[in-house]
């Protein structure tokens, strides 16, 4: 299966703590890309980083991308409770039209 | 600017009936994309219409087929409908086939196949 994986499957934290989530893939990408959904509802792009990028932010979102190990990682700096949620990392590339998605890491952000 | 709609938003059907989904892209997208989402799971690619053609396809059986009508909304149909269909099904458009800023998702039909 070309399905990534996030880790950890499921993350609880206090207000105002980080969270991190990590995601790896299987196979080249163009780029990675981070999705939230909120209770089994619509997915929302959050960010985007290409295949050549390290390094992405985007407001209280950090991610970074390690090609070599074929690794990305997503940071929420300063989490609230309204980031509670389940976050997908999904990869596109090799020619492929499609995003590969993993199975996503759940957060829970405790008031 | 709208953004991606579907409909219905929940639906229940017996084992063996056909369903269709429907989706209106964003405006100005001319890219549809359909995804399956079992619970507890990622989604996983049905297949994309680019321009009223199937643009490539997943790993999914014959029954299920689509459409993309000339104003780019499009729609998903799945016959002899099994348990194993029950999930959301997410629509997402774009401007191009492989964006470099992300698909905007609709918020997606929840199938109960009983």
């Known amino acids: 299966s070309q399905q990534g994986e996030e880790d950890p499957q499921a993350l609880s934290i206090q207000e105002g703590e980080n969270a991190t989530m990590n995601c790896s893939y299987k196979?080249?990408?163009?780029?990675l890309q981070w999705y939230r959904q909120n209770s089994g509802r619509g997915l929302v792009h959050l960010i985007l980083?290409?295949?050549?990028?390290r390094e992405k932010h985007s407001g209280r979102l950090r991610v970074t991308l390690d090609t070599s190990k074929k690794s990305s990682s997503l940071l929420i700096t300063a989490s609230r409770a309204a980031d509670t949620a389940s976050y997908f990392c999904?990869?596109?590339?090799?020619?492929?039209?499609?995003?590969?998605f993993g199975k996503g890491t759940k957060l829970t952000v405790n008031p | 600017e709208t953004g991606v709609t579907q409909s219905p938003t929940h639906l229940i059907k017996t084992r063996g009936q056909q369903v269709t989904l429907r989706c209106s892209s964003q405006?100005?997208?001319?890219?549809v994309s359909w995804y399956q989402q079992a619970l507890g799971q990622g989604p996983q690619f049905i297949f994309q219409?680019?321009?009223?053609?199937?643009?490539g396809r997943g790993n999914f059986p014959p029954r299920f087929s689509g459409l993309q009508f000339p104003n780019y909304s499009s729609e998903l149909n799945v016959n002899a409908l099994e348990l194993d269909d029950s999930a959301l099904y997410l629509c997402?458009?774009?401007?191009?086939?492989?964006?470099?800023?992300?698909?905007?998702f609709g918020s997606g039909t929840r199938l109960t196949v009983v």
């Open positions: 196979t080249s990408i163009n780029n």
């Open positions: 980083i290409r295949s050549n990028e």
């Open positions: 219409y680019y321009r009223e053609e199937e643009n």
């Open positions: 999904a990869q596109s590339g090799g020619g492929s039209e499609k995003l590969v």
């Open positions: 997402a458009s774009s401007l191009v086939r492989q964006p470099s800023y992300g698909y905007t």
């Open positions: 405006s100005g997208h001319n890219t």
